[in-house]
């Protein structure tokens, strides 16, 4: 069992940079993969990026690729999303999500354990 806590939303003009944290319970922090998504109001949940449990692999969604960077600290259970250049469409809740292994990372069904979410939100 893996525990979430999500943290560092909060409000940001456009262009502004917030970095997101999430905590993980747990012994075995390496064995899991990590990923973000994000639920805009009236929006599906989207993918927005993932990390390998060694962190040697990381994948962004075309929407958010040059903008943000996703990485980890085994020593911490800890994994981040840094988001710069933020714009009035990344407006969201975001969530971590933890899954054993490797497999479909931009899934949300491959992923058992998420956190509670935090939101972003730009403004102009």
């Known amino acids: 069992q893996v525990q979430l806590v999500d943290s560092g939303g909060g409000l940001v003009q456009a262009g502004g940079s917030l970095r997101l944290s999430c905590a993980a319970s747990?012994?075995?922090?390496?064995?899991?993969?990590m990923g973000w998504f994000r639920q805009a109001p009236g929006k599906e949940r989207e993918f927005v990026a993932a990390?390998?449990?060694?962190?040697?692999?990381?994948y962004v969604a075309d929407s958010v690729k040059g903008r943000f960077t996703i990485s980890r600290d085994n020593a911490k259970n800890t994994v981040y999303l840094q988001m710069n250049s933020l714009k009035l469409e990344d407006t969201a809740v975001y969530y971590c999500?933890?899954?054993?292994?490797?497999?479909?990372?931009?899934?949300?069904?491959?992923?058992?354990?998420w956190g509670q979410g935090t939101q972003v939100t730009v403004s102009s």
């Open positions: 999500a933890a899954a054993s292994g490797w497999g479909p990372y931009i899934r949300e069904y491959w992923y058992p354990y």
């Open positions: 990390i390998s449990g060694s962190g040697g692999s990381q």
């Open positions: 747990g012994r075995t922090f390496s064995s899991y993969a």
